[in-house]
């Protein structure tokens, strides 16, 4: 098969305050990245790395085909899933038997692409180990990474990123104002002090105060936030008593690696003390978190929608969870045993402890208010609302403020993991409904929460059960949402530290065998499933015994031994639901039977069946098994050969697996899609289909994912569009539809082709069509999914020009729609 055509796809943070210029920094790392596949940023903590570093990678990014993707280390202290994390931030969802980062490089071993891998320094030999395996195993991935200090790799080519310049304070200071302390000092000044700017009268206040600090970007933006109460030589006058009592003297004394920690600590005594507490409680939580998070983890009383967890020894049943996801339907779960409690940790006491502030959950509020506005916590847009973030620097000082008292840290983690629980429980009950996308924005979004509670238990003496308990709960997000691998890293671990036979360990054999499905693993899959019915069966849990059923169905179905899997799937569907058990797992039984019977070309029996599961889902409005059930209503009218019914379920089915982000069932939906093209002579369109699913496929397992029985057709539909089209023309469209991002491709799969010709032919090299300038930055928008009053405000023009634009655009290329303006605008690239 042809290489795909190179599509960009860059994902860099988003800057929500103004970058000081670093100008000299900025070519040096260009010109280094052009000769060198592996550069690092070092320097202290607060210098600025991360922000060079994604300035950088957006100066370059036009040089990278296949993208630029970051991966944030900040939240992460599992080394195990360093590989795991670089996959996500890349889009891959590997669902191979391979070791992860043997699987990764294979992934990308024909990509040009740039990946900037943040805050490398505790996490040092795993990213070394991500390197070397990148650096060795391909040749066009190029790594930018932000470290305290360097990998040790040969390859490695060091830029040492210095604090900011500042002048002489006593000496001439006529050009100033173009430093960039100074000009960083007075931009986030004047954010708190409206009207703030340098004059003669300031300067060589600001500029003392900006050489006190050592130019340390973050230590400078810490002290400005101060001027909303105090003027510059204030502000210097309290800095230097600070500095005095940290060195018992002169504050010149102060070694560069403590002014930071000095700057950090002058803001911590200038908080108040519900802020200090909120401060260090919040060091327990990893990335980004929202304000419900904050909440839970820092009020002394119980959080309003927390699971209160029993405090004494013994199983007590749980109360239910109030947790509910924004936007989802009603509870379809009965509510589980309890977890045993966890056993109280002390520690040594060092420092003198501070003085007891006792937190409701109302003032937890007032206090996030209060560090966002000393800029402890940054501010940041989430998929259901605010979200905020600690700075690395700023969460370590926090967290040794925190085990200043005994048990505090045990306690906030313990808070963190049940609130997680809570939240993984809600969002269970809620996923068989509407609100499916949010669910799995909100789980995305809080990925590194949800692992530092699984840390917490699996490394605590007597948390191990409330860990297998949350790995079992995340099924349906490790297994719709395309994480198995990291699934089955926290299952595997939960389940060796609880042999014990509970209901916990019942679900997790089989969550856990559901997961090695989908490597393909099928034996290994098969011990899990079969171990999970049997010790269901001996508690007498008969819902965990039917969702363990179901994992052993679609072993039988993967392994290609159809009759035994109709056998199995009628069995189980003619016994009905049983009370407790998940409805998503109901109706895919339903899903698997319709399956297997189209299969063996039973198809007015899968009709049938379909139609029932489609009423199903259709009174909870539930999306991801809905759309199962339309590839399989499609594949069944497919094989009754009525291409119409079933080209607009599969068109269905594809909007509804894209809205989830189900990337195995968009795959498969996409080769449905490709096969139905071609029975009704659609092959070029076919091939073009076929060819962004093989780039979706690759990002899934870089050999071939499923059972013989479910690829065969897809394999004789390429064949079948080879031959229609000829070799060469097969190849073009081909490589075509492996240029669309995902949201094109599945845009370009949804649009309704009148002939054969639906997708955009490639340009030749000897075309008279010439754009004009204006119009190319119009099809470049149109390429990016902009619709025309996104291109008018964009452009600055009116709304009836931008549509002038792409109405001359697609006159001039002989285009019907936009999906082809965005496929040729690939091609040209």
């Known amino acids: 098969m042809g290489g795909s055509a190179p599509r960009r796809d860059h994902r860099l943070p988003v800057e929500t305050t103004s970058f000081v210029d670093r100008r000299g920094e900025l070519t040096e790392g260009r010109e280094l990245l052009a000769r060198a596949r592996l550069v690092t940023l070092t320097g202290p903590g607060g210098v600025g790395k991360t922000r060079l570093a994604a300035r950088i990678a957006a100066r370059v990014r036009r040089a990278f085909p296949d993208g630029v993707r970051f991966v944030h280390l900040s939240g992460l202290h599992d080394p195990a899933l360093v590989p795991l994390a670089a996959a996500d931030a890349l889009g891959l969802y590997d669902h191979s038997a391979q070791p992860p980062l043997d699987a990764l490089v294979e992934q990308v071993r024909d990509r040009r692409l740039l990946l900037v891998v943040d805050n490398c320094e505790h996490l040092a030999a795993a990213c070394a180990r991500l390197a070397a395996a990148l650096l060795h195993g391909t040749e066009g991935v190029r790594i930018l990474a932000t470290s305290r200090h360097r990998l040790g790799l040969t390859e490695e080519h060091l830029l040492e990123v210095?604090?900011?310049?500042?002048?002489?304070?006593?000496?001439?200071?006529?050009?100033?104002?173009?430093?960039?302390?100074?000009?960083?000092?007075?931009?986030?000044?004047?954010?708190?002090?409206?009207?703030?700017?340098?004059?003669?009268?300031?300067?060589?206040?600001?500029?003392?105060?900006?050489?006190?600090?050592?130019?340390?970007?973050?230590?400078?933006?810490?002290?400005?936030?101060?001027?909303?109460?105090?003027?510059?030589?204030?502000?210097?006058?309290r800095l230097d008593d600070r500095y005095r009592f940290l060195t018992t003297g002169s504050p010149a004394a102060l070694p560069r690696h403590q002014t930071l920690r000095a700057a950090v600590a002058w803001s911590h005594d200038l908080c108040t003390g519900p802020e200090q507490l909120v401060w260090a409680r919040l060091s327990v939580l990893a990335g980004s978190f929202d304000l419900e998070t904050a909440e839970a983890v820092c009020a002394d009383d119980p959080p309003r929608d927390a699971p209160a967890w029993p405090a004494g020894g013994g199983h007590l049943a749980a109360p239910a969870v109030r947790q509910r996801v924004r936007g989802t339907g009603p509870a379809h779960l009965t509510d589980g045993p309890g977890l045993r409690p966890a056993e109280a940790l002390t520690a040594t006491v060092t420092l003198p402890a501070p003085t007891p502030v006792s937190l409701r959950t109302d003032d937890v509020l007032e206090a996030v208010a209060g560090l966002v506005d000393k800029s402890v916590l940054c501010r940041e847009p989430g998929p259901d609302g605010v979200r905020y973030r600690l700075l690395d620097t700023l969460r370590q000082y926090g967290l040794e403020q925190l085990r200043r008292t005994a048990g505090e840290e045990t306690a906030a983690r313990r808070r963190l993991r049940d609130w997680m629980l809570g939240r993984a429980e809600a969002c269970e009950r809620d996923w068989f409904g509407p609100g499916q996308p949010e669910i799995v924005a909100r789980l995305r979004a809080d990925r590194d929460n949800l692992r530092a509670a699984l840390d917490f238990s699996?490394?605590?003496?007597?948390?191990?059960?409330?860990?297998?308990?949350?790995?079992?709960?995340?099924?349906?997000?490790?297994?719709?949402?395309?994480?198995?691998?990291?699934?089955?890293?926290?299952?595997?671990?939960?389940?060796?530290?609880?042999?014990?036979?509970?209901?916990?360990?019942?679900?997790?054999?089989?969550?856990?065998?559901?997961?090695?499905?989908?490597?393909?693993?099928?034996?290994?899959?098969?011990?899990y499933a079969t171990d999970a019915l049997a010790l269901a069966r001996a508690l007498g849990d008969s819902a965990e015994a039917a969702h363990a059923e179901y994992v052993i169905g679609v072993l039988r179905l993967f392994g290609d031994d159809l009759p035994d899997a109709l056998r199995h799937f009628e069995a189980t569907v003619a016994r009905g639901p049983v009370p407790g058990q998940h409805l998503s797992l109901v109706g895919l039984d339903q899903v698997e039977l319709a399956c297997a019977l189209s299969f063996l070309g039973e198809t007015e029996r899968a009709v049938e069946v379909c139609e029932r599961a489609l009423g199903l889902c259709e009174r909870h409005g539930e999306q991801w098994v809905r759309s199962y059930v339309l590839r399989m209503l499609a594949l069944a009218h497919t094989v009754r050969g009525d291409r119409a019914r079933a080209e607009r379920h599969a068109r269905e089915a594809l909007r509804l697996k894209f809205a989830v982000h189900d990337v195995i069932g968009i795959a498969l939906t996409l080769d449905l899609l490709a096969l139905i093209a071609v029975e009704r002579g659609a092959h070029e369109h076919a091939a073009v289909l076929l060819g962004g699913a093989d780039r979706v496929w690759a990002d899934i397992d870089a050999g071939r994912w499923g059972a013989r029985t479910l690829t065969s057709a897809r394999r004789d539909c390429e064949e079948r569009a080879g031959r229609a089209l000829g070799r060469e023309a097969f190849e073009r469209a081909h490589r075509r539809g492996g240029a669309l991002a995902l949201a094109e491709l599945v845009g370009h799969a949804l649009q309704e082709p009148a002939t054969a010709e639906y997708a955009a032919p490639p340009p030749h090299e000897d075309t008279a069509v010439r754009l004009t300038r204006r119009e190319t930055e119009v099809a470049r928008l149109v390429a990016e999914g902009l619709a025309n009053q996104q291109i008018a405000d964009r452009l600055v023009i009116a709304r009836r020009t931008a549509e002038g634009h792409v109405e001359r655009i697609l006159s001039k290329l002989g285009f019907s729609n936009r999906s082809q303006i965005a496929a040729w605008v690939t091609a040209q690239r």
């Open 162 to 237: 210095r604090p900011l310049p500042v002048p002489d304070p006593d000496g001439d200071l006529s050009a100033a104002e173009g430093y960039p302390a100074l000009t960083l000092f007075a931009d986030r000044a004047a954010a708190v002090a409206p009207g703030f700017r340098l004059t003669p009268a300031n300067l060589a206040s600001v500029a003392r105060l900006c050489r006190r600090l050592d130019g340390l970007p973050l230590a400078i933006e810490l002290a400005a936030v101060r001027m909303r109460v105090l003027d510059a030589d204030q502000l210097l006058d």
């Open 458 to 527: 699996l490394t605590t003496p007597g948390e191990a059960r409330a860990g297998l308990h949350l790995a079992g709960t995340l099924w349906f997000h490790w297994h719709a949402c395309g994480a198995p691998r990291e699934g089955l890293y926290w299952l595997d671990r939960a389940l060796a530290a609880n042999p014990e036979p509970t209901r916990e360990r019942a679900r997790g054999l089989w969550v856990a065998g559901l997961l090695v499905a989908a490597t393909q693993d099928l034996p290994r899959g098969s011990r």
